[in-house]
């Protein structure tokens, strides 16, 4: 019987590898943009808040503590800043597009979701905008 128990015997072998994925968040980034399209949003700057969400694959190895495993944040926010310094940009949402274009500069980036809004239009507001998500197509990423 021993003999049969070690023949029926299977180690086991975890499944195909299971992609993970871990998120990469910007939270409450509030800096002046030049955005409107009416005249006296042309003349002068507004306060913005972005959050940005990022998803990523999560390395399938054991983590070494170091940053050159992960996406730096500084990525993210020089882009803004650079967003911020460019030309008058009349719509929120196309602000918001253009941050999504930045975070998917990123190959391994897999998803991106990008709330942009006006933090002084409405006072009775906390903000008015808009919020844009994509998700890159299974299997067009091209990093690690």
Not at 2 to 30: E, F
Not at 59 to 82: H, K, Q
Not at 92 to 118: H, M, W, Y
Request: with cysteine; net charge negative.
């Amino acid at each position: 019987m021993a003999d049969d128990a070690l023949l029926s015997y299977v180690p086991y072998r975890p499944a195909a590898s299971r992609v993970r994925y871990y998120d990469i968040t910007l939270r409450d980034y509030v800096d002046q943009f030049r955005i409107g399209v009416w005249d006296q949003e042309k003349e002068r700057t507004q306060r913005v808040r972005i959050n940005v969400s990022l998803t990523l694959p999560w390395p399938d190895r054991p983590m070494t503590d170091s940053l050159d495993e992960v996406l730096s944040y500084d990525f993210l926010i020089d882009g803004i800043r650079a967003l911020r310094d460019g030309a008058h940009v009349n719509l929120v949402e196309t602000l918001g597009d253009r941050i999504l274009a930045l975070c998917f500069s990123n190959p391994d980036v897999t998803r991106a979701r990008v709330q942009v809004e006006k933090l002084d239009v409405v006072p009775e507001s906390g903000g008015v905008g808009v919020v844009i998500e994509r998700t890159r197509p299974e299997g067009a990423q091209t990093g690690s």
